[in-house]
């Protein structure tokens, strides 16, 4: 039976969804009129004819198909495993794109054509379009008459290059499959899909092996890494491994490498190596190590607070704060207070900005939806970026991440109500941070929690009252809903409609389960809650009993003040040792600057075992010192803000203070505040965003 390419690819998309979709949204996918798409169903119903499947129209809704499941895995294995005779533009450029990728020498027009089964007229059409996806990666075509056409650039764009095109085509749920071994159908099949001569460009087996390696030694990173992170990084582990087998090594400069082996990532990354030597018997250079290195420390997925005592953090957190008075300056709307944006954006911001300045691609398939949808916000926040990071190109599939965390900021109003629902997403913080937003705002009666496609298999579905997700669930049982991260008007009435018709079973529940839910809280859990508290309160109490606003005058270096400033602490029987904490304070500043760019206030902040206590002072200097601020530029200032932490101390400590080094920098206030007020007006301050903090976190 033939099947055009565009009839092929509506029915993979009627089948990849659970729910109906409409006429628009597949024009859209096709990039086609909504005419041409109705035209083409009736193809697509006379295929599901022959499969005993119907397609069901719902005016208004949208469209699906209906049937029994059995024939739908039939057809859908169908068009799997279906010899592509015919494929799309944007299709036949990606199989060119890789094909190029993938061979060390040119190749013909002809054979490109023939493959193909197009003219050689539009492999030359097609390979305009080519060079323009290219361009981005630095890497150009080189086409002569007789001779062929190849790319020509670095390895490690062409590595580049080659991740992001399998990132950005590949079905997220079926790479996860694939490294999860369930792939039994499909293994034995000769293939030519898109998604088969993508993973041309790697062996499946290796992918499984790679993925087995890092499993093995994540636990040893000092945070948990992001899924589409995850993934990114076993792309490319797969791709390195298949290009050092072909001969390709990656140059690396041999400063940064320098300036990589003392991090944790650079170790791990080691491990990682060392792993891969042994199994596939080959040499890999040091280079590859701190091009793993770099995937690493962009991979960060933190938690909401953050730790002051990580270098990054303040230096991020100014950005972010600059970056949300910008925004809110241009869309009218004051966001400058909202502390789950400025932690959201800063947990987001750290990774991103490494792998800016690494010039490390990201992808982002729901640009074309958010520029869509938040168009002025976009456009706000565009210009914002590259007025307040005009050294770094920020693409806009970054863009488009940044305006789904203010678009989130925007709809979260309100407080979650006890409607239990489990949003599963895998494309980062944003997108499931927006979509639970967005579900709250529209539907009254939501408590939302975030799970990634690695979790679901470990959580207690059951528990939850409704489950919503990006991308379908291939192996899960149970009913769900598949969304778009924006919501459509549709699929929120699906979601309405099913709530409404459930919400006598929620109520029943809740009355059943919640009262069992109280009483069967083991010790353990009520002994960790206690502690938490216990922790906040101790931290709270200490930190603000020995905060204290200071004037030193007799100080003509920084060093002398820090040294004074130290030797009270150590009276005041905050540490043990003055020498010891000072010669930390130094060794911190020499690795970057620590003054608060546009500011008279420096930030000084260490972790010690002789440290008994945390503490934060504030020091007051009589004449300006000049010093290196956290942008490398000298500014001079006045304040010092000085912060000490016990080197083995409890997160709840830690993210107290972390809270005081954000609130230094929430704002054009609370910055003057820091540069001007006295201790008892500074310790009103910091009290109340203690109380906030603890109230928020023991209630909740």
């Known amino acids: 039976m033939y099947i055009s390419a565009r009839e092929r690819k509506i029915l993979e998309r009627l089948l990849e969804t659970r729910e109906d979709t409409t006429v628009k949204e597949i024009a ?121 056409v190849e790319i020509n650039g670095s390895e490690s764009n062409k590595r580049k290059a080659m991740s992001k095109l399998i990132l950005d085509q590949l079905d997220e749920y079926e790479f996860i499959s694939i490294i999860k071994e369930n792939i039994q159908k499909k293994s034995a099949q000769s293939l030519d899909t898109i998604t088969d001569r993508l993973l041309g460009l790697v062996d499946k087996k290796k992918l499984l092996i790679i993925e087995k390696q890092i499993d093995d030694i994540k636990e040893e990173l000092p945070y948990s890494i992001a899924d589409s992170a995850y993934i990114g990084l076993v792309v490319h582990l797969a791709l390195a491994i298949e290009r050092i087998q072909q001969g390709e090594e990656i140059n690396f400069d041999e400063e940064t490498l320098r300036s990589l082996e003392g991090t944790k990532e650079y170790k791990v990354a080691k491990k990682i190596v060392v792993g891969l030597e042994e199994v596939f018997r080959i040499t890999i250079s040091t280079g590859e190590i701190g091009y793993i290195t770099m995937h690493l420390m962009g991979a960060k997925l933190r938690n909401d607070h953050g730790d002051l005592f990580e270098d990054t953090h303040l230096h991020v957190g100014i950005t972010a704060q600059k970056l949300i008075r910008y925004v809110s300056n241009g869309i009218g709307y004051d966001l400058t207070n909202n502390a789950s944006l400025f932690q959201g954006l800063v947990a987001h911001l750290r990774p991103a900005l490494y792998r800016l300045k690494q010039n490390m691609g990201i992808s982002n398939p729901l640009l074309p939806r958010i520029q869509q949808d938040y168009l002025e916000m976009f456009e706000v926040i565009e210009k914002g970026v590259q007025e307040i990071l005009p050294e770094l190109k920020i693409p806009k599939e970054e863009i488009g991440y940044l305006v789904m965390h203010f678009a989130s900021a925007m709809l979260n109003k309100g407080e979650q109500q006890e409607i239990h629902t489990l949003v599963v997403c895998s494309s980062g913080i944003g997108t499931s941070k927006i979509l639970s937003t967005k579900l709250q705002q529209e539907i009254p009666g939501l408590k939302t929690v975030n799970a990634s496609l690695f979790d679901l298999t470990e959580m207690d579905t059951e528990s939850y009252d409704m489950i919503v997700s990006t991308i379908p669930l291939k192996n899960f049982k149970g009913d769900y809903f598949v969304v778009s991260p924006l919501l459509t008007v549709e699929e929120i009435g699906k979601i309405k409609k099913y709530l409404v018709d459930k919400q006598h079973d929620i109520g029943t529940k809740k009355q059943s389960v919640m009262p069992i839910k109280r009483n069967t809280l083991s010790a353990d859990q009520f002994l960790s809650e206690i502690i938490k508290i216990r922790n906040y309160s101790a931290s709270i109490c200490t930190i603000l009993e020995g905060f204290k606003v200071s004037e030193i005058s007799m100080a003509s270096t920084l060093e002398k003040a820090l040294e004074e400033a130290c030797k009270n602490l150590e009276t005041q029987l905050v540490l043990e040792d003055s020498h010891i904490v000072l010669e930390e304070l130094k060794k911190r500043e020499s690795i970057g600057g620590l003054g608060i760019p546009g500011t008279s206030l420096s930030l000084y902040h260490t972790k010690s075992d002789v440290v008994l206590v945390p503490s934060f002072t504030i020091i007051r200097l009589n004449q300006k010192i000049t010093v290196k601020a956290m942008d490398d530029t000298d500014i001079k200032i006045d304040t010092i803000l000085l912060m000490l932490s016990p080197l083995n101390t409890n997160s709840e400590t830690l993210e107290l203070l972390s809270g005081i080094s954000s609130l230094i920098i929430r704002d054009e206030e609370t910055i003057e505040a820091f540069q001007t007020k006295d201790e008892k007006e500074l310790r009103t301050i910091i009290a109340t965003e203690f109380k906030e903090l603890f109230e928020h976190k023991t209630y909740k």
């Open 28 to 148: 859209l996918l096709l990039e086609v009129s909504s005419r041409t798409v109705h035209r083409d169903l009736k193809g697509v119903e006379e295929v599901l004819q022959e499969y005993e499947l119907e397609l069901n129209k719902k005016s208004g809704i949208g469209i699906g198909i209906v049937g029994d499941e059995d024939k739908k895995e039939k057809l859908q294995l169908f068009l799997y495993n279906l010899s592509h005779n015919e494929y799309t533009p944007e299709e036949r450029q990606t199989i060119i794109l890789a094909s190029l990728l993938d061979t060390r020498e040119p190749v013909k027009l002809l054979s490109l054509a023939n493959d193909l089964n197009v003219t050689i007229a539009t492999i030359s059409n097609d390979l305009n379009k080519v060079e323009e996806r290219i361009e981005p990666f630095q890497l150009s075509l080189l086409r002569k008459r007789g001779y062929g």
